[in-house]
């Protein structure tokens, strides 16, 4: 993927996410929106990793991850990643979304 995709991808979303040591994270409904604009950009989805973010801490839940880059990733990777968030919506985490090449 071009940083240029990456970016504007980013910087459409960032009034929405909150930045904790260099990394953008979403509530679970802006997350499933996010991952609906890399389906649009064709951009595949590697992971997700979620948190527990406070005023004070930025705690990853590690038992709330979800590799896709293992073996060959699957052809619709954003139906996957959406379903990992929504089940977890109920859950009060954050998540990052790990983008792969477009």
Do not use: C, Y
């Amino acid at each position: 993927m071009t940083s240029q995709i990456m970016h504007d991808l980013e910087q459409s979303f960032l009034a929405r996410g909150i930045k904790r040591g260099g990394v953008l994270m979403f509530d679970a409904p802006n997350t499933v929106a996010f991952i609906e604009a890399a389906r649009q950009q064709q951009v595949p989805i590697l992971g997700i990793d979620s948190f527990i973010v406070t005023e004070t801490i930025t705690q990853p839940v590690m038992e709330h991850t979800l590799d896709l880059s293992v073996g060959a990733l699957p052809i619709d990777t954003w139906t996957a990643a959406q379903r990992f968030v929504r089940e977890r919506h109920n859950l009060g985490l954050m998540f990052e979304v790990v983008l792969g090449d477009s």
